[in-house]
């Protein structure tokens, strides 16, 4: 017989918070900024004509397709930015590398939606930008939302 109590597989209130705020992180610090970059370059832009195949069904699907390319891209391109540069060392630079390897890589996917590679040259850099500014501005929430201070060690 096992003294103590046992830990349930079930998934508590604290792992569904968890899973709530990282989809809510990835659907409001990469996907509206994708979104919004993509709708105010094709609006906006005199020259944010999109490609032929971008309509209907197919537009959905490959807007989505791209997004998709470009979330997991980021992992990779964070990854090459942590051999090229030591993260200890030159953490501002490491961040610099990795945005500018995420930005290349989502100008290359936005050329398969745009005719002109200046205006997925300005939907990259505006999606770049918002991603960065609504990333700051949901870890300024998150790290006022968590307690500071507390211990981990709560019985004595």
Wanted: contains cysteine; glycine residues 8%; aromatic residues 10%.
């Amino acid at each position: 017989m096992m003294e103590g109590r046992q830990q349930s597989d079930a998934a508590g209130v604290s792992d569904w918070m968890k899973l709530l705020g990282f989809a809510a992180s990835v659907l409001l610090g990469m996907a509206l900024p994708f979104f919004l970059g993509v709708v105010v370059a094709h609006r906006l832009l005199p020259f944010g004509e999109l490609n032929s195949w971008v309509h209907g069904w197919r537009a959905v699907l490959g807007i989505l397709g791209v997004f998709l390319l470009w979330f997991f891209c980021t992992y990779i391109t964070d990854r090459m930015a942590t051999l090229l540069i030591d993260k200890s060392r030159h953490p501002l630079l490491h961040e610099c590398v990795g945005e500018a390897l995420s930005l290349l890589v989502l100008f290359a996917l936005m050329s398969s939606l745009f005719t002109a590679w200046q205006a997925a040259l300005l939907c990259a850099v505006l999606t770049s930008i918002l991603t960065l500014l609504f990333g700051l501005a949901i870890n300024r929430i998150l790290d006022r939302t968590e307690p500071h201070g507390e211990s981990k060690d709560i019985a004595n």
